[in-house]
């Protein structure tokens, strides 16, 4: 990070990289069980995580979190290529698909509701955790949800265009 980077990402960075110890200690191949287990270590209605939402809101509010878009209802940004082993990126999706991919090494993601009661492929906000070598197309609806999501070696098989 340069001296320019604002004092939110870097204290963003801070708190996702201390959510690292319990992203590793997840057995992704039971998705759900490792959904459950996020949830009570780092449950969305805790200090933390609200803290981590916070400094997300201003990041999208000054427009470093999501800087770019993909269609009107899409927006995302790149947080860390490599935060112990993971690409970390940020999305925001209003009622619509993305592009689909399949996670050769899974992928964990926080899901925060920003309007309405929005789902995430039917989960609700939450810890939402793919096994590796699940596809999906991901897909909110009722509204417009924030993801944090977190990929192992940042690997992604995207579906062709």
Not at 3 to 20: H, M, N, S
Not at 83 to 96: E, L
């Amino acid at each position: 990070m340069s001296d320019e980077t604002p004092a939110d990402l870097k204290e963003l960075i801070a708190r996702l990289e201390a959510l690292l110890p319990s992203i590793d200690a997840v057995d992704a191949t039971d998705a759900e069980a490792a959904s459950a287990q996020l949830t009570a270590h780092h449950p969305f209605d805790g200090e933390e995580v609200r803290a981590i939402l916070e400094l997300c809101t201003k990041g999208l509010d000054a427009d470093w979190l999501t800087p770019h878009a993909a269609g009107s209802k899409v927006t995302f940004g790149r947080l860390a290529k490599d935060m112990g082993g993971y690409a970390v990126d940020a999305v925001t999706m209003a009622d619509g698909c993305g592009r689909g991919h399949t996670h050769p090494r899974g992928e964990i993601n926080m899901c925060f509701p920003l309007q309405g009661d929005p789902r995430f492929d039917g989960h609700a906000p939450g810890w939402v955790v793919f096994a590796p070598g699940s596809h999906h197309v991901p897909t909110v609806t009722d509204g417009t949800m924030l993801f944090l999501y977190f990929t192992p070696g940042g690997e992604v098989v995207w579906d062709p265009a």
